[in-house]
């Protein structure tokens, strides 16, 4: 069986909107209901609906109905997705910054060539 890798782009575009930011922070801190969550925002029911919708899309919470209420949750294996990538960037440019540092500290000699 084949996994599809991680749609990065989608989960990046859905954690650039400060609304389903903050929808992520409230599911990583409780459950709430969908109502629950839209009753923090200044907007309507629907558009936080909308907002939750990309987030599922995105692998980033998932949703489950108990009762009357559908729950949001957070999907820990998407987070981690997205922590893994951010987690490689970060050695990247560690690496770099090091080794620009190296050379500030200690610039190769330089021949002068004076004719």
Not at 14 to 41: C, F, K, N, Q
Not at 72 to 84: A, I, S, Y
Request: hydrophobic share 40%; proline share 6%; charged share 35%.
């Amino acid at each position: 069986m084949q996994i599809a890798p991680p749609d990065f782009d989608r989960m990046f575009g859905a954690l650039a909107d400060p609304t389903r930011r903050d929808i992520v922070r409230r599911a990583v801190d409780s459950e709430e209901g969908v109502a629950e969550l839209a009753s923090h925002y200044p907007m309507s029911f629907a558009a936080v609906q909308k907002h939750i919708a990309i987030l599922e899309r995105a692998g980033l919470v998932t949703k489950e109905r108990i009762g009357r209420r559908k729950i949001v949750r957070t999907n820990p294996e998407g987070l981690r997705v997205v922590r893994r990538l951010l987690d490689r960037y970060e050695e990247l440019w560690r690496g770099r910054i090091d080794r620009m540092t190296t050379l500030v500290a200690d610039p190769p000699d330089r021949k002068e060539t004076d004719q």
